[in-house]
């Protein structure tokens, strides 16, 4: 049974930055690409980015410049940051995963993490 | 503003069938056969319902049913349930410079 745990993250002021990190039970960790997905409150998914045990990423462009994710196959942990945080950065995120390698269709989800941006 | 985009809400009585729809462009939807479609009951991690346009995950009932046309995904939802009433959003892989896109979701109310 796979398990994605997310910590809970403290309130945050602008300019800021985020960091959050999920740890997976469960599962093969290094035959998997491992993905960061946000929603903003009442609004949809916004798919952040993803890497695997290699350390290859790729990042959403429009957040391309401010984020970084990085992984721990030692701890099967992965991690993001989003630096100069605002307001708008105020949501849930979720970490997940793919079906198989490289897979785009999240069968598998973390409990999802609030942060609050506010000053 | 979502990338894909999907009505903000739609309704049907119990038994009944719903068709919620999804548009991308030709660099997602209509790029690929990798669309998914999840349900989010409020306060809950979305749950995969369809992924590569029409496939069931393992414990998903058959009165879900996808389908793609041109740059327009669809997810049918027949014998509308009591349960069903959640969020649903459509996404589609869009290539190794845009990831993943998403659309902005639809509110499904069972009458």
């Known amino acids: 049974q796979v398990q994605l745990q997310q910590w809970a993250a403290g309130p945050l002021k602008p300019s800021e930055t985020l960091s959050l990190t999920c740890e997976v039970y469960?599962?093969?960790?290094?035959?998997?690409?491992w993905s960061w997905i946000r929603q903003s409150p009442g609004k949809g998914l916004e798919w952040i980015g993803e890497?695997?045990?290699?350390?290859?990423?790729y990042y959403n462009p429009s957040l391309d410049s401010r984020v970084t994710i990085s992984v721990d196959t030692s701890r099967s942990q992965f991690s993001m940051r989003l630096t100069s945080v605002t307001a708008a950065d105020t949501a849930v995120y979720y970490c997940?995963?793919?079906?198989?390698?490289?897979?785009?269709?999240?069968?598998?989800w973390g409990q999802g993490t609030l942060v609050t941006v506010s000053s | 503003q979502s990338a894909l985009t999907q009505p903000p809400s739609a309704s049907g009585s119990p038994g009944q069938s719903v068709t919620l729809s999804c548009t991308g462009s030709?660099?997602?939807?209509?790029?690929?056969?990798?669309v998914s479609w999840y349900q989010q009951h409020p306060g809950k991690a979305p749950k995969l319902v369809i992924y590569e346009v029409n496939k069931r995950p393992s414990g998903v009932p058959d009165r879900f049913f996808g389908s793609k046309f041109g740059n327009t995904a669809s997810l049918t939802v027949s014998g509308l349930q009591g349960d069903d009433e959640a969020a649903y959003y459509c996404?589609?892989?869009?290539?190794?410079?845009?990831?993943?896109?998403f659309g902005g979701g639809t509110k499904l109310t069972v009458l």
């Open positions: 469960g599962g093969s960790f290094g035959a998997y690409y």
């Open positions: 030709s660099s997602d939807i209509g790029a690929y056969n990798y």
């Open positions: 996404s589609s892989y869009a290539g190794t410079n845009n990831g993943v896109v």
């Open positions: 890497i695997n045990d290699r350390g290859t990423v």
């Open positions: 997940a995963r793919g079906r198989y390698y490289y897979d785009h269709s999240y069968l598998y």
